[in-house]
């Protein structure tokens, strides 16, 4: 069966980075660096209202030469970022953040933020799930062969 959101979110550290709107970019640059992460959710009152990537901050901010100290990150965010649930397909999500240009999609289940996976994470996780595919066939070929053969 092909691997789902659900599936990614599994392997991953359930740890959200957030900030809300009203915080400074700082902020966010701070938790990226902390957390080697390079997007952080905006969050208001339980909801997710945005998504800050390093482009947006390198791009809004650096390079216009503001100050990260200065600037809000609701001035910078993407607003209503395209999110996805536990049971989206992973080649769908791949698909999408090839369509739309995304590196990053928020998982929300029940209206919920439940956590983020990148492209990276789909990419590892297609991988494996391909690679484990490739095993079973290998090993079924040669079961199949040396029954034949005997």
């Given at each position: 069966m092909p691997n789902t959101?659900?599936?990614c979110l599994a392997n991953k550290s359930n740890a959200l980075v957030w900030v809300s709107s009203t915080d400074y970019v700082e902020k966010v640059?701070?938790?990226?660096?902390d957390?080697?992460?390079r997007?952080?959710?905006v969050i208001d009152s339980g909801d997710l209202v945005g998504i800050v990537s390093q482009?947006?901050?390198?791009?809004k901010?650096?390079?216009p030469g503001l100050l990260a100290n200065k600037v809000l990150v609701k001035d910078v965010m993407t607003i209503n970022p395209i999110s996805v649930g536990y049971k989206?397909?992973?080649s769908d999500c791949m698909e999408l953040m090839?369509?739309?240009?995304i590196r990053h999609l928020p998982v929300l289940e029940e209206g919920k933020v439940r956590g983020v996976i990148s492209v990276g994470d789909v990419v590892k996780d297609t991988l494996e799930f391909h690679v484990r595919d490739i095993q079973f066939l290998e090993r079924y070929i040669k079961a199949w062969d040396s029954s034949v053969n005997t």
């Open positions: 959101v659900k599936d640059l701070k938790l990226m660096r957390n080697l992460v997007s952080v959710l482009g947006d901050c390198a791009i901010v650096l390079l989206d397909l992973l090839t369509s739309k240009r």
